[in-house]
Structure formats: structure tokens, C-alpha cells
T-cell receptor, first 114, second 115 residues
Framework: DSGVTQTPKHLITATGQRVTLRCSPR?????VYWYQQSLDQGLQFLIQ???????AKGNILERFSAQQFPDLHSELNLSSLELGDSALYFC?????????????FGPGTRLTVT | AQKITQTQPGMFVQEKEAVTLDCTYD???????LFWYKQPSSGEMIFLIY??????QNATEGRYSLNFQKARKSANLVISASQLGDSAMYFC????????????FGAGTTVTVRA
């Protein structure tokens, strides 16, 4: 158990809908990252937050948005869903100390768009 | 351009034998970190081992060791004494710069351990 929690574990929804994925980082971790894993694109970085502020953006579509709240949990909002958005969405967290700054991943949310 | 290249899509290894997973990387940043993660069929991503670009010695963590060849830009993972539970997808990843930056992942290598 990495200490990072994600809900829900599975999500099935229809095209055009909007969903919210939730992530709670490990205790004490201020950085939260979102990644998307799909068969055709592999593991791709979407966005990073540090202590409530957006820190870096990757290949995140305009239909997607995220935020990190004062209690450090984060939410990833996906709207106007398309079939191609079906993927495993990971949240990861890290501390900003130590040379490794290794990221610990949550169990993921598997999104299926039908 | 691909930052991380894993050329072996799948490998078979006999139980108790060692296996080497290849990873090459591309960066112009002198400061970077290399990571290996394991993804079992259950889907979670498990951190295995880290190597910093300035580290003089190869990293080791239990049965995992990283064969770091900086001049060749390679960071191969060696799993010794393979166990059935090692069957999984393995990802090489890189962080450019020091600090809490994003990871760039390779395509992964599937390892199947045979009894």
C-alpha cells in the first residue's frame, strides 16, 4: 500500500458526460501528479500541483481540469468525455525532500467511456 | 523525441534466474533521476529503485539492481533470483532536474517468470 488513495476504482460513463476523480496524497506529501495510462499513448503526465498551486502541465486536454484543495487532496475533472478518454488515471504524490523525490502512485481509477 | 526507450516488449525468465531489462534515455540536463516501477496485473504502480545522475555507485534494493552506464545513457534493471511474483510490466522513467518534477515513462517491458 503506497499510502495514496484514489476514488472511485472503476468508473463507467457515456460519451459527453463529466466525471470527477479524487486523490488523497500520502501524509505529508505536498506534490500531487496526475498521469493517464492508455494502450496507445502509454503513461503520460497530465498535471502537477504543489501545495495548492499548479506547478506543471503536460499533455492535458482543455476538456480536463484539476485542482488541489487546502487539505491537499486533489480532483481531476474530465468533461465532454470521448471514447478515447478511456484509460487508467493515476494520481501520485511525493515529498520535496531527499535526492530521489520518488513518486508514490495510487491504485488508479479505470475510466471506461461507452 | 522519445526520452525513455525500452526495446524489449516482453521477456520470459525461468524461476530463480536473473533477468536484465534494458532502458536507454535521452536528456541534455546534467541533473536527472532514473526510476524503475513495477506494474502487476492488478494495475498499481510500485516504485522499485532510483539512480541519480551524480551517483557514483549503481543503486541496489534487495534483488533489484540498476546497471547505470552514464556515457551510454543506459539504466538497465537487473532482477536476481526471479520469483513467480515478479511477473509484471516494468517501466523505466526519468525525471529531469533536481526536485519534484514530472516523470517521463518508457513503453514498458512485460516479464513472465516460468516455474
Amino acid at each position: 500500500d503506497s499510502g495514496v488513495t484514489q476514488t472511485p476504482k472503476h468508473l463507467i460513463t457515456a460519451t459527453g458526460q463529466r466525471v470527477t476523480l479524487r486523490c488523497s496524497p500520502r501524509s505529508g506529501d505536498l506534490s500531487v501528479y496526475w498521469y493517464q495510462q492508455s494502450l496507445d499513448q502509454g503513461l503520460q503526465f497530465l498535471i502537477q500541483y504543489y501545495n495548492g498551486e499548479e506547478r506543471a502541465k503536460g499533455n492535458i486536454l482543455e476538456r480536463f481540469s484539476a485542482q488541489q484543495f487546502p487539505d491537499l487532496h486533489s480532483e481531476l475533472n474530465l468533461s465532454s468525455l470521448e471514447l478515447g478518454d478511456s484509460a487508467l488515471y493515476f494520481c501520485a504524490s511525493s515529498q520535496r525532500t531527499g535526492p530521489a523525490n520518488e513518486q508514490y502512485f495510487g491504485p488508479g481509477t479505470r475510466l471506461t467511456v461507452t | 523525441a522519445q526520452k525513455i526507450t525500452q526495446t524489449q516488449p516482453g521477456m520470459f525468465v525461468q524461476e530463480k534466474e536473473a533477468v536484465t531489462l534494458d532502458c536507454t534515455y535521452d536528456t541534455s540536463d546534467p541533473s536527472y533521476g532514473l526510476f524503475w516501477y513495477k506494474q502487476p496485473s492488478s494495475g498499481e504502480m510500485i516504485f522499485l529503485i532510483y539512480q541519480g545522475s551524480y551517483d557514483q555507485q549503481n543503486a541496489t534494493e534487495g534483488r533489484y539492481s540498476l546497471n547505470f552506464q552514464k556515457a551510454r545513457k543506459s539504466a538497465n534493471l537487473v532482477i536476481s533470483a526471479s520469483q513467480l511474483g515478479d511477473s509484471a510490466m516494468y517501466f523505466c522513467a526519468m525525471r529531469e532536474g533536481q526536485g519534484d518534477y514530472k516523470l517521463s515513462f518508457g513503453a514498458g517491458t512485460t516479464v513472465t517468470v516460468r516455474a
